[in-house]
Each structure stands twice: as structure tokens, then as C-alpha cells.
């Protein structure tokens, strides 16, 4: 439990909307902005969250720049990935262009002037989130995010991760839903973890 009311939550990279429904649970007086990017993954969100009046779908992907981009579409909506590298896939469904936007633009349009959760899940894309926060990074009070502990394009390292958290001046919390290395049960994979 967080030691302050907690108002204004992003769930950025929601999917069909699990997380977005048990943060809804936990927080139920907070307003809820859940951003999923993908139509067809969208839909799904939209119509899971139809009946919680206090969360707000937003079709669009959080990143650095205010832009479309094309983004590959994976059989598994979970693993959908904005990172440029991973973009030449094999076995995707085609392509889709996506809106890019900025949290700080969209808050500002909002008059959000702070987030209290912001909850980032979206496969290697994580740093251009966070430096499209601009200066909304100094306003956020909590900030839950997928790492992973084995260079691969889309996960953001743990070690990358904490310096980048540190220069904010965010400390680590918690380490949530480790998972460890299919091939190698010694070796960690990733993990969600809390930084305030």
C-alpha cells in the first residue's frame, strides 16, 4: 500500500486491460488512463473495461516523439514490440501504423499536472516512455516497470534501468513476478519492478 492518496494512474502498455482492472480494484476512487496502442488489442480493452467508469482507454502508444510509426503484429498481442529492431519479424500478422505520443503533451492537454502510478509494460519500448514523461518524471510518484536480467531487444536491461532511475532519483522498492530463464532455471529473465 502507498502512503499517499492515490489519484491519477497510467497503465501504459494495459493489453486487454488485467492489470488496468485489479489496479481499478485497489484504487477504485482513481482515475485510470489505459493506453494500448493496438486496434484489435484496444477493442478487447475497451469492451473489458466498459463497465469502470473511472478508466479511460486511450488508443495511442507512449513514447518520446509525437509521431506514427508501423509496428509488426505478433500472434501473442502480449509481446507486441515498438522497438525498431525487433520490427523485421517472421512470423507476424502484418503491420499496423500506431500513434505515437508524449505523456507530458497528453497531461498537459488533460491539466495533469502529476501521476501518482505509472505503470509501463511495453516490450524494450520503456526508456522512450519515460523520456516522453519530460519533466511529469519529477511529478511521479511511483513507477512499476517490466525488466529483464539478459540482453535481448525487447526488454529493457535491470542495470540500464537503475542508473536511468537513480539520475531521477528513484529508489528500487519491490521485485514483483520473477521469472527465471526457461533453458536455464539459475538464470534470471525479468521481473516487474517498483521504484518510488
Do not use: W
Request: charged share 25%; with cysteine; aromatic share 10%.
Amino acid at each position: 500500500s502507498l502512503e499517499k492518496p492515490v489519484n491519477i494512474i497510467f497503465d501504459v502498455g494495459a493489453n486487454i486491460g488485467s492489470i488496468t482492472k485489479d489496479l481499478n480494484v485497489q484504487f477504485p476512487s482513481s482515475n485510470i488512463y489505459a493506453i494500448e496502442p493496438i486496434l484489435e488489442t484496444f477493442e478487447i480493452l475497451k469492451k473489458n473495461v466498459s463497465s469502470l467508469t473511472s478508466v479511460i482507454p486511450l488508443n495511442f502508444a507512449a513514447g518520446k516523439t509525437e509521431e506514427s510509426i508501423e509496428i509488426f503484429l505478433n500472434p501473442e498481442s502480449t509481446i507486441n514490440s515498438l522497438k525498431s529492431d525487433y520490427l523485421n519479424s517472421n512470423n507476424s500478422l502484418g503491420k499496423e501504423v500506431v500513434q505515437v505520443r508524449r505523456i507530458d503533451h497528453f497531461c498537459k492537454l488533460q491539466d495533469i499536472n502529476h501521476i501518482d502510478i505509472l505503470k509501463i509494460d511495453v516490450e524494450g519500448f520503456e526508456f522512450e516512455v519515460l523520456e516522453g514523461c519530460g519533466n511529469l518524471l519529477e511529478k511521479t510518484y511511483c513507477i512499476l516497470l517490466e525488466v529483464g536480467y539478459e540482453r535481448e531487444p525487447t526488454k529493457v536491461h535491470f542495470s540500464d534501468i537503475e542508473i536511468f532511475m537513480e539520475k531521477h532519483n528513484y529508489q528500487l522498492y519491490g521485485i514483483y513476478e520473477l521469472m527465471r530463464n526457461i533453458n536455464d532455471r539459475r538464470q534470471l529473465s525479468y521481473s516487474n519492478n517498483l521504484y518510488i
